[in-house]
């Protein structure tokens, strides 16, 4: 099971060379990829009577592909992954571009994972559909592959309509691998139909998703439905195993044994990759959070 961080956005800062510093020790240190999630916009909770949202405007989103694409440069290895690009509320054609552009930069690092979101208003500050999100992350995810992997797309759609026409330069991967976050059953069967990977979170196999409800809960055991996904590939003609899972565990709160706990649930169920959480830990600046994941990777390496 591969490591990975989930970049402390929300702790971190702006600073440049802090975020620099963090990506390098997180390579350093032996982690295979490095997950962000996205948020354009936020909301002001204050002029939302009753507003649920997870994050307001007091959040701080670096933007994915552009934090990527800075980061590229400053790393040799280390993998990059989005956990998720709000996949609907954006431009298809743009996405395929900027991941690409990312892919061609980092020489090949990146993974694409997607979603439909859940934040009604940020859709529409951004001018898209929030109740089709799901039919039409379907039909981004196709014509995403063909503006990856052909010179020259033709592709009449429902939402899209591309005449003779290609992005350049083309990705390094073709197609760069999508990764679909979500857990509702038109996800589970979405990503046994067309994804390259999984991105769930089960609350109960991370003490701190189950403590404070911040995730949808599932009362099905996640070896349920990750035995569900597998029957929806078999059903598309898809080998179950060509189909990853990424897990998260969080730390705030929890002792290294905790980690190790957590770390082996993952494991036992199958995972393929698992990235460790350290914002709202409060953990004060950079250097504590590259504290924070060496001691994880120490935790769970000497298990």
């Given at each position: 099971?591969?490591?990975?961080?989930?970049f402390p956005q929300l702790d971190i800062g702006a600073d440049p060379i802090a975020i620099r510093d963090y990506a390098q020790a997180a390579e350093a240190l032996g982690y295979a990829h490095i997950l962000a999630f996205d948020h354009v916009l936020?909301?002001?909770?204050?002029?939302?009577?009753?507003?649920?949202?997870?994050?307001?405007?007091?959040?701080?989103?670096?933007?994915?592909?552009?934090?990527?694409?800075?980061?590229?440069?400053?790393?040799?290895?280390?993998?990059?992954?989005?956990?998720?690009?709000?996949?609907?509320?954006?431009?298809?054609?743009?996405?395929?571009?900027?991941?690409?552009?990312?892919?061609?930069?980092?020489?090949?690092?990146?993974?694409?994972?997607?979603?439909?979101?859940?934040?009604?208003?940020?859709?529409?500050?951004?001018?898209?559909?929030?109740?089709?999100?799901?039919?039409?992350?379907?039909?981004?995810?196709?014509?995403?592959?063909?503006?990856?992997?052909?010179?020259?797309?033709?592709?009449?759609?429902?939402?899209?309509?591309?005449?003779?026409?290609?992005?350049?330069?083309?990705?390094?991967?073709?197609?760069?691998?999508?990764?679909?976050?979500?857990?509702?059953?038109?996800v589970i069967k979405r990503i046994g139909r067309m994804g390259d990977g999984w991105l769930p979170q089960f609350p109960s196999m991370d003490p701190v998703l189950s403590r404070t409800g911040s995730q949808p809960r599932r009362h099905e055991p996640?070896?349920?439905?990750?035995?569900?996904?597998?029957?929806?590939?078999?059903?598309?003609?898809?080998?179950?195993?060509?189909?990853?899972?990424?897990?998260?565990?969080?730390?705030?709160?929890?002792?290294?044994?905790?980690?190790?706990?957590?770390?082996?649930?993952?494991?036992?169920?199958?995972?393929?990759?698992?990235?460790?959480?350290?914002?709202?830990?409060?953990?004060?600046?950079?250097?504590?959070?590259?504290?924070?994941?060496?001691?994880?990777?120490?935790?769970?390496?000497?298990?």
């Amino acid at each position: 099971m591969k490591l990975g961080v989930v970049f402390p956005q929300l702790d971190i800062g702006a600073d440049p060379i802090a975020i620099r510093d963090y990506a390098q020790a997180a390579e350093a240190l032996g982690y295979a990829h490095i997950l962000a999630f996205d948020h354009v916009l936020g909301m002001n909770a204050a002029t939302r009577p009753g507003w649920k949202g997870y994050y307001d405007h007091q959040d701080m989103f670096h933007e994915p592909f552009v934090l990527f694409g800075y980061l590229a440069g400053q790393t040799e290895r280390i993998g990059f992954l989005t956990g998720i690009i709000v996949l609907p509320q954006r431009q298809t054609p743009l996405v395929a571009k900027q991941a690409a552009q990312v892919d061609v930069l980092s020489g090949g690092r990146l993974r694409l994972g997607v979603g439909i979101g859940w934040n009604a208003d940020e859709f529409a500050g951004m001018g898209e559909n929030f109740r089709n999100r799901g039919r039409r992350i379907e039909e981004q995810i196709t014509l995403l592959r063909k503006l990856w992997t052909e010179e020259l797309v033709t592709f009449d759609g429902e939402w899209h309509k591309i005449i003779d026409a290609g992005i350049n330069p083309l990705p390094v991967q073709r197609p760069i691998p999508i990764w679909i976050g979500g857990g509702a059953e038109p996800v589970i069967k979405r990503i046994g139909r067309m994804g390259d990977g999984w991105l769930p979170q089960f609350p109960s196999m991370d003490p701190v998703l189950s403590r404070t409800g911040s995730q949808p809960r599932r009362h099905e055991p996640p070896e349920d439905l990750i035995a569900r996904m597998h029957d929806y590939a078999r059903d598309a003609g898809r080998d179950p195993a060509d189909i990853g899972i990424e897990g998260r565990s969080s730390i705030a709160g929890q002792t290294p044994e905790d980690w190790i706990a957590v770390h082996d649930r993952w494991k036992g169920i199958g995972a393929t990759h698992l990235s460790v959480n350290t914002m709202r830990a409060d953990l004060k600046g950079p250097d504590a959070q590259i504290d924070a994941i060496r001691r994880y990777k120490e935790a769970v390496d000497g298990a």
